[in-house]
């Protein structure tokens, strides 16, 4: 499943908080921005991480592999962690 997976990033950066040469990036669980491991922590504290995961399982049993998620909580945006570099 292609959220378990990290990936090499094609230019190092977060695609969320912009922090750079970052060492390797996941895809979000609530939509398709590949983000840092600190963006990664704070969707995993949050409340709707458990809806967003449950969903694309469900997607994907279903058949439908190119769910985008269930849209970005407003409070994740540019990262949602103190975002010090
Ligand atoms: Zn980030």
Not at 61 to 85: C, Q, R, S, T, V
Request: aromatic share 8%.
């Amino acid at each position: 499943m292609h959220h378990s997976v990290s990936y090499w990033p094609p230019n190092g950066n977060c695609q969320r908080c912009k922090a750079k040469k970052v060492d390797s990036l996941i895809m979000s669980i609530f939509n398709t921005q590949m983000i840092c491991g600190k963006c990664d922590d704070a969707e995993i504290a949050h409340p709707q991480y458990g809806v967003a995961k449950a969903k694309e399982l469900e997607e994907t049993k279903a058949g439908n592999y190119n769910f985008n998620g269930i849209g970005l909580p407003p409070e994740l945006e540019g990262g949602g962690h103190d975002g010090k570099h």
